[in-house]
């Protein structure tokens, strides 16, 4: 299995929603990650876990909260957005989180109303 | 402040012809630099890589060269197929402050391969 599969593929939520990402993977990867992307601009890296430890939080917003729950999955939990917070949200892994290529999934697309 | 800048958003060639796509970056901490192709509805796939203590790495029809006085890479498709036609990304690699490597990516360039 060399996929990183995200869950859902589309999100509306409300200001007041609470909701959550999902991604997993099946490879054995130690390093999973989050990144934003906007259109037309590249994705933003927002967290890295490195042997299901947090090792990188670019200065994410608190509403933003990740969470590793075993090495195959990577959440983000999501609360009080704002709609300026609605982008593709891209989960990703790497076998462990050196400079290496990552493995991306396709993205979960958020829409914040 | 980009660090790593791509600042051709399009580029467009015939099939069978050289494709060049250019990527310039700031920061000489950089050590590892990598280039993503990216499909609609799909999450970016790797291309390929090169690490700064070389200046080219091949892999088929896909060759990186890298110019670290210049701070400069890019990334030659030959020949150029329809396939190809996606957005590409070129990325790079440093320690983050708080330990662990940080990936910062350009803001891509979409190729058209007309056949």
């Known amino acids: 299995d060399t996929e990183v599969t995200q869950t859902p593929k589309h999100l509306v939520m409300g200001m007041t929603n609470k909701k959550s990402l999902k991604c997993e993977q099946h490879?054995?990867?130690?390093?999973m990650y989050w990144y934003k992307q906007k259109a037309k601009k590249p994705p933003e890296l927002m967290f890295v876990?490195?042997?299901?430890?947090?090792?990188i939080n670019e200065s994410v917003p608190s509403r933003f909260s990740p969470e590793c729950p075993n090495s195959s999955l990577l959440n983000l939990h999501l609360h009080a957005l704002q709609p300026e917070d609605s982008a593709l949200y891209l989960c990703?892994?790497?076998?462990?989180?050196?400079?290496?290529?990552?493995?991306f999934g396709p993205g979960t697309r958020l829409t914040v109303t | 402040d980009q660090q790593v800048k791509q600042n051709s958003p399009s580029l467009s060639v015939q099939e069978g012809r050289i494709s060049i796509l250019n990527c310039d970056y700031t920061n000489s901490m950089f050590d590892y630099f990598l280039w993503y192709k990216k499909y609609p509805a799909e999450g970016p796939t790797f291309l390929i890589s090169?690490?700064?203590?070389?200046d080219k790495n091949e892999d088929g029809r896909f060759t990186v060269f890298l110019n670290k006085s210049a701070k400069h890479l890019s990334l030659h498709i030959v020949p150029s197929q329809p396939g190809d036609s996606a957005v590409y990304f070129c990325a790079a690699s440093a320690d983050g402050d708080t330990g662990g490597f940080k990936t910062i990516f350009g803001a891509g360039t979409r190729l058209f391969v007309k056949a």
């Open positions: 490879m054995g990867h130690r390093a």
């Open positions: 090169i690490s700064s203590i070389k």
């Open positions: 990703a892994s790497s076998p462990s989180g050196g400079m290496g290529e990552q493995y």
């Open positions: 876990y490195s042997y299901e430890k947090l090792s």
